[in-house]
């Protein structure tokens, strides 16, 4: 029993079957390659990226770590600020009340 068409024929391929073969392994090949550059580059530019973003983070910690101890510097220059300021109102409160009392003693009570 034979197949379908000569079996004589279906032996050889006609050269233009085998051109379009190679034709398409060549075009396949060129597109793998470029594709594969392009995958290369890409995963190096990640790698740089991720660099950058570790970089950032680290900074950034870094920064918020000096907010941190800059607004602690702050609030204890505020605390003594306060501080100050209430002796301060303290002593004009005193120096007041001593004046109101050297006022209101009559002038021949005065040494």
């Known amino acids: 029993m034979m197949g ?8 050889k391929s006609p050269p233009l079957v085998l051109a379009a073969l190679v034709a398409c392994i060549i075009v396949l090949g060129f597109n793998y390659w470029i594709a594969s550059s392009r995958s290369v ?3 190096t530019r990640i790698v ?5 973003v570790r ?12 907010k941190n ?6 609030e204890k220059q505020r605390e003594q600020l306060d501080k ?11 120096v007041n ?3 109101q009392d050297e006022k ?3 002038a021949w009570f005065s040494s």
């Open 48 to 52: 740089e990226l991720e660099g950058r």
């Open 84 to 94: 100050i300021q209430s002796s301060h109102n303290f002593q004009m409160e005193s």
């Open 104 to 106: 209101a003693r009559p």
């Open 69 to 74: 101890e800059f607004q602690g510097e702050l």
């Open 97 to 99: 009340k001593l004046y």
């Open 4 to 11: 379908l068409g000569n079996g004589r024929r279906s032996m």
């Open 41 to 43: 580059d890409l995963q």
């Open 55 to 66: 970089r950032a983070a680290a900074e950034r910690g870094a920064v918020e770590m000096k």
